[in-house]
């Protein structure tokens, strides 16, 4: 009999908390094989499995066991190399997850005892007919940051400077290697604005691209810009003549107000950055309009008279392709 524990969840991006996850799931279940089981979704968060993968290498996954799945809580891609009728299967998750689905116990509705039941390390059942959930403690990280949402919030309002000491924080690898630290800091840059990147480059507004031919389709996280969703964080910019608009929902955390800046300071600074040309940045979410006529820092946008339309209270809940041999 072996045992399989897998370590599942989105990884956006994978980061130091899950590096640290991985190895106590490996320290906890001595002699087990640990994977990691990650999706390429990207319908909600930014980054895709390849970038995943090459932060996970980085804070110290063992090669081969990062794995790309399509549903992490069955992560089939991994257990179709094991024995469903001898082998035992715990998925490892952390104690800040211990409220999210699925949750281990319970019965069917045939009063059968649930597939996912709590680990308890005793009479244990091959995963033909149950798998297991065990709770690992969660590890602070940074500056006090427990979750990959934390880091995506903060990271558009990070400097070039700020972004490295994160990145070192993140992954303790590339304290003593700036060059390394430098191809990561690019790495979450990709990860954190691919969305945009390749909708802009295949409407032509990225440098050397070309010039967007009249009557394009907008194709992609752009759409018609008539009257946006209020539950959707929406962006309407105008690009070098033309209105644009681009979802940036599930990117930032906080309320409305927070969301609003934190996308305004993103936007700007992926296009300044990139040399594009525009102006008239509008952003719209739940019922809130942050609307500036000028470019610039949040700061200075603010001065010249961007202005926050009245917020109703909601429910919110919250590239660089290699990394350098070491």
């Not at 959930?133 to 427990?146: D, M, Q, R, S, W």
């Not at 880091?151 to 690898?173: F, G, H, Q």
């Not at 690009?239 to 906080?254: H, V």
């Not at 470019?295 to 603010?302: A, P, Q």
Request: net charge neutral.
């Amino acid at each position: 009999m072996s045992t399989l524990v897998v370590v599942p969840g989105g990884f956006h991006p994978f980061h130091a908390g899950h590096a640290s996850l991985y190895q106590s799931a490996v320290k906890t279940f001595p002699g087990a094989d640990v994977y990691v089981a990650a999706t390429n979704d990207q319908s909600e968060r930014p980054f895709p499995f390849k970038i995943k993968e090459k932060l996970a290498k980085l804070a110290g996954v063992a090669p081969g066991h990062f794995v790309q799945v399509k549903s992490p809580f069955q992560a089939k891609e991994i257990t179709q190399n094991y024995d469903p009728e001898n082998d035992v299967l715990i998925f490892v998750r952390s104690e800040k997850d211990r409220t999210e689905q699925p949750k281990p116990g319970g019965t069917k509705k045939d009063g059968s005892p649930a597939y996912f039941q709590p680990y308890t390390g005793k009479d244990l059942q091959p995963f033909s007919k149950h798998a297991y959930i065990e709770y690992l403690p969660t590890v602070e990280f940074g500056p006090g940051i427990t979750s990959a949402s934390e880091i995506r919030a903060m990271w558009p309002k990070l400097n070039d400077k700020r972004k490295t000491a994160m990145v070192m924080s993140l992954y303790p690898e590339t304290q003593k290697n700036p060059k390394l630290a430098a191809t990561v800091v690019k790495l979450l840059d990709a990860g954190m604005g691919v969305e945009l990147e390749e909708d802009l480059s295949r409407r032509g507004f990225l440098r050397g691209a070309g010039a967007m031919a009249a009557g394009a389709s907008l194709g992609g996280i752009a759409k018609a810009a008539d009257s946006p969703d209020p539950n959707r964080l929406i962006a309407i910019v105008n690009i070098e003549g033309e209105s644009k608009e681009f979802d940036l929902t599930g990117k930032f955390k906080g309320d409305v107000k927070s969301q609003l800046r934190q996308a305004d300071e993103f936007l700007t600074n992926f296009l300044e950055k990139r040399d594009i040309n525009f102006s008239n940045l509008e952003l719209h979410y739940q019922g809130a309009v942050l609307r500036t006529q000028n470019t610039g820092s949040v700061n200075e946008k603010m001065k010249m008279g961007a202005t926050i339309e009245p917020i109703e209270e909601s429910n919110i809940s919250e590239s660089q392709d290699y990394l350098e041999e070491k």
